[in-house]
């Protein structure tokens, strides 16, 4: 998983996070003059803001915290597995070089060192499968935590403002918004002001 897939997962992870509604009292909706339009009487009385999901995701210091964490964990298994492949490569360029300059004492000798080769083959294959699986599982750990830290802080956070939806842009998911709605600012110091580092996976 590449830099570019990692922050697209974490960021389609926090699509979903920043919705939430403190609805209003519904009568309050019931006792809207009876010359609003459907439309119009839908909207009345809310109170919307929106948050940039790129700027949370670049600016709130656990996200830049734990991406290093999940570099570094993949830069890892990049080096890991490129070493294996390096001495499987060699492996079977000694093989080759054996069997054609006759350097095997027996048929028996030349099929056990290729059977060798092979077993090693398959020990990368699997390795890299393990590696990729725990960097998932670990990636997933980090979107959960990071879901529940916004959900969490929100829900704090909603208590004074009382906005009724809190919308969550990114790129062009909203084809255009007022700029006076947007709180990401506010959000992503409060997230950060918040914040209390852990000991993470390393």
Sequence with gaps: MNKKNFFRTVAVAAL????????????KMDEK???????KAAVDGL?????????????YTFCKEYSKI????QQNIQNTLASQQRN?????QNFQNKLQNNGFSSRAE?????????????QLQATAQRLQSELVNQT??????????????????????KYSLILTKQGDNILYADKSY????????????????KPLDK
């Design 33 to 39: 003059p009876a010359a609003s339009t459907p439309a």
């Design 140 to 161: 997933d750990k980090f979107n959960t935590a990071l879901r529940d830290s916004i959900q969490h802080f929100l829900a704090q956070f909603n208590k004074d403002k």
């Design 110 to 122: 030349a099929e056990n060192q290729q059977a060798a080769i092979q077993r090693q083959d398959q």
């Design 70 to 73: 999940l570099e570094k964990r």
């Design 88 to 92: 499987l490569e060699a492996a079977a």
């Design 182 to 197: 947007d709180i990401t600012a506010e959000v992503v110091a409060g997230l950060n002001k918040a914040y209390k580092p």
């Design 16 to 27: 979903a996070l920043f919705t939430m509604s403190a609805c209003q009292d519904s009568t």
């Design 47 to 59: 109170k919307i803001a929106y948050v940039e999901v790129d700027t949370v995701m670049s600016q």
